[in-house]
């Protein structure tokens, strides 16, 4: 265990954000399960007693008849954002206090940087690069996160959990988003930040970046696995195998929908349907090349003249 | 103490007060008003009354009125939902990053004063904030932090917003138009890596921009980008960086779109969302629950 490496990357300026990030995910993702925990008991509570339902406020926060459902935002409201600002001001004050800015070297295109890496917040992506095309990693994959993201509200045709945290409510639409956030994307910043070292091999956290290391891992091409040859049986293997995996997730998944998620099924239309379940197999596409990757040094699935996927 | 004026007689030295009625200092005093007086003729004055609009004193319509009457307050309304001032409900996370967008752009404007986006200019222009202008260092930190605590508020945000169910009915398009500002809030920070002109820049911009080469048809490394006639001299990284590598096009061209160009459309779309978040029925909770039960498809 290499001590002296994990500070020099835990302490490097530009991961100290990261190390918020570390943090603060987390809690977050907490509180949102703690204040949905209070109103699933709620919720729970009212299904049971029926004239509870008539005269209960429906919050979990205290009421009594007669209180206003409403408060002025002067000074309620304004005093909690006065304060915010000044804590935010004191706090970005004191961490600009501490912590330089970091600055390199005059760029330099004759030296490269070993590794070289993109802002962290793109790091996510860059790892996706390990796994995919550039194409792909860089240019399709980002645009689909923006077009799902968009999507989500035209998808999401569960009328419940509008406004208020919930779990029993929406289990599939937040095991969904969280997946997507807190593994595929801040899981893998992580990664990218803490674990790519030199050449953008994979180091632990605590092994020491050897910046001579030699990568002997040989990674496979699915269809050499399977011994296929020519030119026109590759792009058949892998058309078939890509197209099958697709239709194998989605067949999957249209089956658990329909025998556990009947009540979603029949509230969206076939377009709405077929976007989400798009989504879902491209989601589980990378999930599938990831492991495939990391755990059975398999790199593509389709080898093409033009595009590898 | 003559002050030099010799033909001005010296004044006295004991002041003028009980002793001496006839004194200047009695006859101010008689004439003096309160404390309360003054501030009621101060409000009846044509000027204060141009400025403020409404009363000052406790009252509820004076508290709607100091944010509705408020230019900078007015986008919030006069009341709202009792529960949604809790913390734990939106976690200020919107507002926050708002927040640090505002810090960003005045710490962002006093850079601009100190830099010339050229090469070996911008280099040296880091160099001098850091070491010669009076707290040149703690601007630059300051707006480098708030960049990257902005990125971490925003997806915070997001999360709330998505956990919460706040961007369900009438607020989809509202959704949309933050998933846009999340995209310009990281493209407004990448940009402005590259303008330092070092090598921790220099690299991630070359790595980032590198994506763009792979870009389906209109990239000269992406599928069927050659076929269409793309080289490295016209395809859309070309475009993004004003020549074939990072250079000092590239470095005016991130300084454009950090300084001018994503400020703007970022500040446009910022307000089409504060503006939809009113018309769309305000903060959407907490909401009262409901029950599975209580829906009729």
């Known amino acids: ?309 | 103490m003559s002050h030099g004026h010799d033909e001005v007689p010296p004044e006295p030295e004991t002041p003028a007060g009980e002793g001496n009625p006839g004194g200047l200092f009695t006859k101010l005093r008689a004439k003096a008003k309160s404390p309360a007086q003054l501030q009621a003729e101060l409000k009846n004055t044509q000027v204060w009354k141009s400025i403020f609009r409404h009363k000052l004193d406790d009252s509820a319509r004076n508290r709607s009125l100091a944010v509705l009457s408020s230019v900078f307050l007015h986008l919030h309304p006069a009341r709202v939902n009792r529960d949604a001032v809790r913390y734990n409900f939106t976690w200020g996370m919107g507002g926050i990053t708002f927040y640090l967008f505002v810090l960003l752009t005045l710490t962002g404007t006093l850079l601009m004063f100190y830099f010339h986006p050229s090469k070996g200019e911008a280099y040296r222009d880091i160099m001098f904030l850091q070491h010669d202008v009076p707290f040149g260092n703690l601007l630059r930190n300051m707006h480098r932090w708030c960049a990257h605590a902005m990125v971490i508020t925003t997806w915070l945000h997001m999360m709330r917003v998505f956990m919460s169910g706040s961007y369900k009915p009438p607020r989809e398009f509202n959704w949309n138009i933050g998933v846009l500002l999340l995209l310009f809030t990281m493209l407004l920070s990448f940009t402005g890596y590259l303008l330092p002109d070092d090598q921790l820049g220099f690299w991630a911009v070359t790595v980032g921009t590198n994506m763009a080469r792979a870009t389906p048809v209109m990239g000269h490394e992406g599928p069927f980008g050659p076929e269409l006639g793309f080289t490295a001299f016209n395809d859309v990284r070309f475009a993004l960086l004003g020549g074939s590598v990072v250079d000092a096009n590239a470095l005016l061209r991130a300084y454009i779109w950090h300084c001018i160009a994503i400020p703007i459309i970022a500040s446009v779309l910022l307000i089409v969302h504060f503006w939809r978040i009113r018309k769309d029925g305000a903060i959407s909770g907490p909401a009262p629950v409901m029950l599975a039960s209580e829906i009729t498809d």
């Open chain 1, 1 to 309: 265990m290499d001590w002296h490496q994990v500070w020099e990357l835990v302490s490097l300026p530009d991961n100290v954000p990261i190390v918020l990030l570390l943090l603060m995910v987390p809690f977050y993702t907490w509180l949102a399960f703690r204040e949905a925990g209070r109103n699933d008991r709620l919720i729970a509570e009212l299904e049971r007693d029926p004239d509870m339902r008539k005269t209960h406020h429906r919050v979990p926060y205290p009421w009594k008849p007669g209180w206003p459902k409403t408060v002025h935002v002067w000074p309620h409201l304004l005093k909690r954002e006065f304060l915010a600002a000044i804590i935010v001001t004191v706090v970005m004050i004191v961490w600009s206090i501490c912590l330089d800015a970091p600055l390199e070297e005059p760029a330099n295109p004759s030296l490269t940087m070993n590794p070289s890496k993109a802002p962290w917040y793109f790091l996510g992506l860059q790892e996706l690069l390990v796994y995919f095309d550039p194409w792909i990693a860089g240019v399709v994959l980002p645009s689909i996160i923006l077009m799902g993201l968009m999507a989500i509200p035209y998808i999401d045709v569960n009328p419940l959990g509008n406004g208020y945290y919930t779990w029993k409510q929406r289990k599939f639409a937040i095991a969904t988003f969280l997946f997507g956030f807190l593994v595929l994307w801040v899981l893998l910043v992580i990664i990218g930040t803490f674990i790519r070292g030199p050449g953008w091999l994979w180091f632990n956290l605590g092994e020491t970046w050897d910046h001579h290391r030699v990568d002997h891992q040989v990674n496979y091409d699915l269809h050499e696995l399977f011994g296929v040859t020519g030119a026109w049986q590759v792009i058949a293997f892998g058309a078939a195998f890509v197209g099958g995996f697709c239709a194998i997730v989605g067949g999957i998944t249209h089956l658990w929908v329909v025998k556990c998620m009947p009540l979603m099924r029949k509230r969206m239309s076939l377009v709405q349907y077929a976007t989400m379940l798009q989504l879902w197999v491209l989601m589980m596409l990378v999930v599938a090349k990831i492991i495939a990757r990391l755990g059975f040094t398999v790199k593509n699935f389709l080898v093409t003249p033009w595009f590898n996927i």
